[in-house]
T-cell receptor, first 112, second 112 residues
Framework: DVKVTQSSRYLVKRTGEKVFLECVQDMDHENMFWYRQDPGLGLRLIYFSYDVKMKEKGDIPEGYSVSREKKERFSLILESASTNQTSMYLC???????????FGPGTRLTVL | QKEVEQDPGPLSVPEGAIVSLNCTYSNSAFQYFMWYRQYSRKGPELLMYTYSSGNKEDGRFTAQVDKSSKYISLFIRDSQPSDSATYLCAMKAQGGSEKLVFGKGTKLTVNP
């Protein structure tokens, strides 16, 4: 079974803090993705990575950065958390060229 | 016109009903079609995956793709209260971008 894990299920941070969200997959997938999901807005792509050290902006990259130093790990960084970044964050991975994408359990981030 | 349109519902049915969930799309290059099930406060789970046209059946679930009409469907037979969730369609073109395009999801409630 493909497994995508995320470092935290629930996280509470204060405005201005630097926040790290970690994602690990165990299926040797080249592609990894970070989304946020908000009621009524659906899934929105923040960043994705084709392969190690390769990244591309998604639809809403402002206020976020990413790091992919190893194939299995993709990190999302909120440089200075703001209240409008309170959301459910979802990581996903898939094989390059393929369609089947697998999601992690999500991290519900609250910024106070 | 959005690339993928999905009726957000909500859809409420009695236990045992046949449920039909649908998405329309505009990009004729889409070749990979997926349905995800997402329970409240959890990550999306890949339910059905179809390449190109045709039908695919898995237990009580049937996925259909009609590329001529740019229309995909998910049928749930003998629906159960445990099927209550949000269902998301997703699509990807062959070649080109590795990104999936998602519908916004349909919220389904199956009443006992």
């Amino acid at each position: 079974d493909v497994k995508v894990t995320q470092s935290s299920r629930y996280l509470v941070k204060r405005t201005g803090e630097k926040v790290f969200l970690e994602c690990v997959q165990d299926m040797d997938h080249e592609n990894m993705f970070w989304y946020r999901q908000d009621p009524g807005l659906g899934l929105r792509l923040i960043y994705f990575s084709y392969d190690v050290k390769m990244k591309e902006k998604g639809d809403i990259p402002e206020g976020y950065s990413v790091s992919r130093e190893k194939k299995e790990r993709f990190s999302l960084i909120l440089e200075s958390a703001s209240t409008n970044q309170t959301s459910m964050y979802l990581c996903a991975s898939k094989l390059a060229g393929g369609g089947e994408q697998f999601f992690g359990p999500g991290t519900r981030l609250t910024v106070l | 016109q959005k690339e993928v349109e999905q009726d957000p519902g909500p859809l409420s049915v009695p236990e045992g009903a046949i449920v039909s969930l649908n998405c329309t799309y505009s990009n004729s290059a889409f070749q990979y079609f997926m349905w995800y099930r997402q329970y409240s406060r959890k990550g999306p789970e890949l339910l059905m995956y179809t390449y190109s046209s045709g039908n695919k059946e898995d237990g009580r679930f049937t996925a259909q793709v009609d590329k001529s009409s740019k229309y995909i469907s998910l049928f749930i037979r003998d629906s159960q209260p445990s099927d209550s969730a949000t269902y998301l369609c997703a699509m990807k073109a062959q070649g080109g971008s590795e990104k999936l395009v998602f519908g916004k999801g349909t919220k389904l409630t199956v009443n006992p």
